[in-house]
């Protein structure tokens, strides 16, 4: 029996490196195969390219800093930084979510800014 052929209707079946069928309802799209092929590698390269580009350092580089003033964890171990503007002061968190910490202390946490500040000097 041909491999080509459904083996219920014996109608002829497309190869699969001829053409690859798509039904859409009533409709039918047909695609090249490296069409097809090349469409995936595209889309496989361009997440690959995301997934290795380097997060980019917002923010102050004489940051007193290298860890989060709420939490301690590394500055961008969680991606970029998040930098906020306190009274026209740059603070930076390791995360969004250390922003509501802060908001509840601020002094405390300006505090260890400007002691690192003072002792980076």
Same mark, same amino acid.
């Given at each position: 029996?041909?491999?080509?052929? *459904? $083996?219920?209707?014996?109608? *002829?079946?497309?190869? $699969?490196?001829?053409?690859?069928?798509?039904?859409?309802?009533? !409709?039918?799209?047909?695609?090249?195969?490296?069409?097809?092929?090349?469409?995936?590698?595209?889309?496989?390269?361009?997440?690959?390219?995301?997934?290795?580009?380097?997060?980019? @350092?917002?923010?102050? $580089? *004489?940051?007193?800093?290298?860890?989060?003033?709420?939490?301690?964890?590394?500055?961008?171990?969680?991606?970029? $930084?998040?930098?906020?503007?306190?009274?026209?002061?740059?603070?930076?968190?390791?995360? @969004?979510?250390?922003? @509501?910490?802060? !908001?509840?202390?601020?002094?405390?946490?300006?505090?260890?800014?400007?002691?690192?500040?003072?002792?980076? @000097?």
């Amino acid at each position: 029996m041909d491999s080509s052929l *459904n $083996p219920m209707s014996h109608a *002829n079946m497309p190869r $699969p490196w001829d053409e690859a069928g798509l039904r859409m309802g009533a !409709d039918s799209v047909r695609m090249d195969a490296m069409k097809l092929i090349r469409a995936f590698c595209l889309t496989a390269s361009l997440i690959l390219a995301a997934c290795e580009e380097k997060p980019k @350092k917002a923010g102050d $580089p *004489n940051y007193p800093l290298t860890v989060c003033v709420v939490s301690g964890e590394k500055l961008g171990s969680m991606g970029a $930084p998040y930098v906020h503007k306190h009274d026209g002061k740059e603070v930076q968190f390791c995360c @969004k979510n250390c922003l @509501k910490d802060f !908001d509840r202390e601020p002094e405390k946490y300006l505090a260890k800014i400007d002691a690192a500040a003072k002792a980076k @000097k």
